[in-house]
């Protein structure tokens, strides 16, 4: 009697996007010839790289079997503070105020992580909640304290080192991003704090029978998001060369779209640095493509949540699958 063979709804997943990803960018490329120009694919890499940090910020909540609503805000807020922190320093100190606004930036998205790791872990309030309540928070400081507008005049040396200059000939964004996708990869898969996070997404009960201490690892999930989010924010605050208040407003949604549709699940307890890699690209190309196909941005955003969905929807099959 023959056994029939069943391949894994991860292989599928995972053979699957690759194509997926190259048919369209091919779709985008017969429709607009710039799709694929030098210029544009290095666009394009910049871009996914940016994106994917914040998608592997939500990938560390998402994994615990929560999301972050307040990355967009943390980058705007992130934005519009190290600017001004590097203006109001001398310009002849450029390194010095560098370093000091990334410094205050690292710390501002610690903080704004430690805040919904705080309230979420050991005051057990929803994610949706919490995370929802600082974004408006957040939101409301980054237009305050620039009065609503960008602040300019930061050094050119900031805008070089994190954007322009190609360390090892690659494009700073790039470079960043794959130091993130290897220490983040590192993370989840050779230590244990990685492990634990897995098995809190999983059963968060069973984690503390465990023994284990969930309420901490959430907590240091969520103070890393924000570390990451705002090192995005550096990025995308350095490729725009001023301080934007408004920077992270349409982030959110599309850092969640790139983490669950590269195979991370809103369920928790599954994703690997693989899903954020792999959902940026194809949100970045699905982006890039429809603005030289000069498709309006108001039906950019429905087909971004029509993926958001499709691909949850997808999850749900394989979790189904995956019993």
């Known amino acids: 009697m023959k056994t029939a063979y069943i391949i894994p709804w991860g292989s599928i997943r995972t053979l699957g996007m690759p194509i997926v990803i190259l048919a369209l960018f091919a779709l985008f490329a017969l429709l607009q010839p710039a799709m694929a120009s030098l210029a544009n694919l290095e666009n394009l890499l910049k871009q996914t790289s940016l994106l994917f940090m914040l998608a592997a910020a939500q990938l560390l909540v998402l994994i615990c079997r929560g999301f972050d609503l307040s990355v967009g805000a943390n980058v705007s807020v992130v934005s519009v503070i190290s600017c001004m922190v590097m203006v109001a320093m001398p310009p002849d100190h450029a390194g010095v105020s560098i370093a000091s606004a990334v410094l205050v930036a690292l710390a501002i998205g610690c903080a704004i992580g430690a805040v919904n790791g705080l309230l979420i872990a050991y005051f057990e309030i929803n994610p949706f909640v919490v995370t929802l309540g600082t974004m408006s928070i957040v939101t409301g400081l980054a237009t305050t304290v620039s009065n609503g507008f960008p602040v300019f005049g930061v050094p050119k040396a900031f805008t070089y080192v ?59 999930a969520y103070s890393g998001c924000g570390a990451i989010a705002a090192l995005a924010g550096l990025m995308m605050t350095a490729g725009t060369g001023s301080g934007e208040p408004n920077l992270g407003t349409s982030l959110v949604l599309n850092s969640i779209a790139a983490a669950v549709v590269g195979g991370a699940s809103l369920r928790g307890g599954v994703g690997s640095v693989q899903a954020p890699i792999l959902g940026a690209l194809l949100v970045t190309i699905v982006s890039v493509g429809m603005n030289l196909a000069q498709i309006d941005g108001s039906l950019q955003s429905v087909i971004i949540g029509f993926i958001v969905i499709i691909a949850a929807f997808a999850g749900t099959i394989g979790d189904k699958l995956r019993r």
């Open 162 to 220: 994190f954007n322009q200059s190609r360390p090892v000939g690659l494009p700073a964004p790039l470079v960043a991003a794959i130091v993130l996708a290897v220490l983040l990869h590192l993370l989840l898969t050779r230590t244990t704090f990685g492990r634990i996070l897995y098995l809190i997404g999983d059963n968060a009960r069973a984690a503390m029978v465990a023994g284990r201490n969930v309420k901490l690892h959430l907590f240091l």
